[in-house]
């Protein structure tokens, strides 16, 4: 089982590169990269002159705790993109096209197919993630020599998140075709989003309902949870008014989902993974 698996998730990302997925993908990031630095350069440059101890607000921390926000949307964003191109297809698209049905016999199977995909996407997205990530905690602290106060548990949660975007993907390709399934997962990342940044009005206004509605709907889509818990680890330690500002948001500050997300996570994960299993197994190649 396990050969199988190697075997589907080496197919994978030679079909990742023969499609120049990730070739697309190398020059969105680059694009992203050269604009985060000039823009990190400009917001230090012109905020510098508001630090200092007088100062109500530590201009450095609000300035790289919003740009790492904003660099931590962009990161999920455009893993998004990659995690819907490597496992968006990996039902529907691939069985329209004529490549499954050679690779679910034996001696590979369904369930090989299914795994191997998954682990190939999860994986590639799970270290563009990393990378994209501390190449913007590099970029801000040399703009402006700001540390987040918290690197290791933002990276994890943000690399969760993208996995189980990656299960979302692989879940709709067993129904809907290719484009269908873009489109589809494009419209629950947005919705997410949109929770979250409900969530942290509601927080600021003191309004318990959309606080509520936006924690039971992050609770839905675990991404976004993951990400809102990783906002809110960059700025753990800012207290007083630099803290409350921060915490305003949309890129400086996120809410907590609690204790409960790590273990819910997973169990996600294996509810998702499961349906997909089960529709596949059903469907008829």
């Not at 200092?52 to 790289?64: E, H, N």
């Not at 919003?66 to 990161?75: R, Y």
């Not at 589809?184 to 003191?206: E, H, K, N, P, R």
């Amino acid at each position: 089982m396990i050969e199988d698996v190697i075997t589907i998730a080496s197919y994978a990302l030679r079909e990742g590169l023969r499609r120049r997925v990730f070739v697309v993908v190398l020059a969105l990031s680059l694009a992203f990269g050269v604009l985060y630095t000039a823009g990190s350069i400009a917001a230090f440059h012109a905020t510098r002159d508001f630090s200092g101890r007088a100062a109500p607000v530590d201009a450095r921390a609000l300035t790289g705790a919003t740009l790492l926000g904003l660099a931590m949307f962009s990161t999920l964003f455009l893993g998004a993109v990659l995690a819907i191109f490597l496992c968006g297809s990996t039902v529907r698209g691939d069985a329209e096209r004529g490549l499954l049905a050679p690779l679910v016999v034996r001696p590979l199977g369904r369930s090989a197919v299914l795994v191997g995909r998954f682990v190939a996407g999860a994986g590639v997205c799970s270290a563009y993630v990393l990378i994209v990530f501390g190449g913007a905690v590099l970029v801000t602290h040399q703009a402006g020599g700001w540390w987040p106060d918290q690197i290791v548990l933002p990276a994890g949660e943000l690399v969760l998140a993208v996995v189980v975007i990656c299960a979302i993907a692989l879940l709709g390709s067993v129904y809907f075709a290719a484009i269908a399934n873009g489109i589809l997962v494009f419209m629950v990342f947005g919705v997410g989003l949109t929770a979250g940044l409900l969530g942290q009005i509601g927080s600021g206004l003191g309004n318990a309902t959309l606080t509520t509605i936006a924690r039971e709907i992050a609770y839905v889509v675990p991404f976004e949870a993951l990400y809102e818990a990783g906002l809110r680890g960059l700025t753990a330690d800012q207290t007083g008014l630099t803290g409350l500002v921060v915490k305003l948001g949309p890129f400086g500050g996120g809410q907590s989902a609690g204790a409960a997300l790590g273990p819910w996570t997973f169990a996600y994960l294996l509810l998702v993974l499961a349906g997909a299993a089960r529709g596949f197994a059903r469907r008829d190649l």
